[in-house]
């Protein structure tokens, strides 16, 4: 009966001190885990903000082809024109004057044109710079709530399976507390040795007593020890039996003494 409880009970301390090592490999792991996904997340952050430092706006730039070929159409425009003028010897001067003044509201219009399409470039140019630095905001809060929402799940659960290990241990120090109830509940008293009976193997075994607490050595090499003489023992010879005996004699008699609890029990 007792070797099967202390068995069982050997089991369970194993157990439990298993669950406290899987608890503690745990906590372990997802801080190991926490420390990758952070890394991740920091480089995922960095190429991402890679992207938006280039303001693709900023290739935009003013088209000059079609103003000049516009300028050059102008001035040969005006050019026919004056030739003609001439040609004709008749108010070619004012003729001049006129084309003159068309290529300068002409050249005025086509300035014009492109002052307008440049303004247009730059204002998408500072819109797209908006965009880019609210976006470069939201990353920032995501990162800063992110980082801070895995920070406390990991802290959690690696607090939880730290609290889980800890348990186990005190279940099994409790567990392996309850296997020796002979120190723990009776030690070696008068009352525990109450009735207490052992075979002649068990007498041979034990030997002989020393001290004077029980008299001279048995005959024959038989043992001296007197179950019924000690429960007549008072206090400070009680004591001094317990101080003669050897620690084998102690064990034997605390090995009785816990076998039969189990089997009381």
């Known amino acids: 009966m007792a070797a099967l409880t202390s068995i069982a009970a050997g089991i369970g301390i194993a157990s439990s001190l298993g669950g406290a090592a899987m608890s503690f490999t745990q906590a372990n792991k997802q801080q190991k885990l926490q420390q990758e996904a952070e890394a991740e997340a920091l480089k995922a952050m960095i190429q991402a903000r890679g992207r938006l430092d280039v303001n693709y706006m900023n290739a935009l730039s003013v088209q000059k082809e079609p103003y000049e070929l516009q300028r050059e159409a102008m001035l040969a425009q005006g050019t026919q024109a004056t030739d003609a003028a001439q040609e004709s010897e008749r108010g070619a001067a004012a003729a001049a004057g006129r084309v003159q003044m068309a290529q300068n509201e002409a050249q005025g219009g086509i300035r014009t044109e492109m002052g307008k399409e440049l303004t247009e470039i730059e204002r998408l140019k500072v819109?797209?710079?908006?965009?880019?630095?609210?976006?470069?905001?939201?990353?920032?809060?995501?990162?800063?709530e992110g980082a801070q929402m895995a920070a406390r799940n990991a802290q959690e659960m690696a607090a939880q399976a730290t609290t889980q290990g800890f348990e186990g241990l005190t279940s099994a120090a409790t567990q392996a507390a309850n296997l020796v109830p002979l120190y723990a509940r009776t030690g070696i008293t008068q009352d525990s040795l109450k009735g207490m009976q052992f075979t002649p193997e068990q007498m041979k075994l034990f030997g002989q007593v020393g001290g004077n607490t029980l008299g001279a050595p048995g005959s024959n090499g038989f043992t001296n020890l007197d179950f019924e003489a000690i429960q007549n023992m008072n206090r400070g010879q009680f004591n001094q039996f317990k101080n003669d005996l050897t620690r084998p004699q102690r064990n034997m008699l605390r090995e009785y003494n816990a076998f039969n609890i189990y089997d009381n029990n």
């Not at 819109?127 to 800063?144: F, I, K, M, P, Y």
């Open 127 to 144: 819109a797209e710079e908006s965009r880019l630095r609210d976006l470069q905001t939201q990353l920032d809060l995501g990162e800063v």
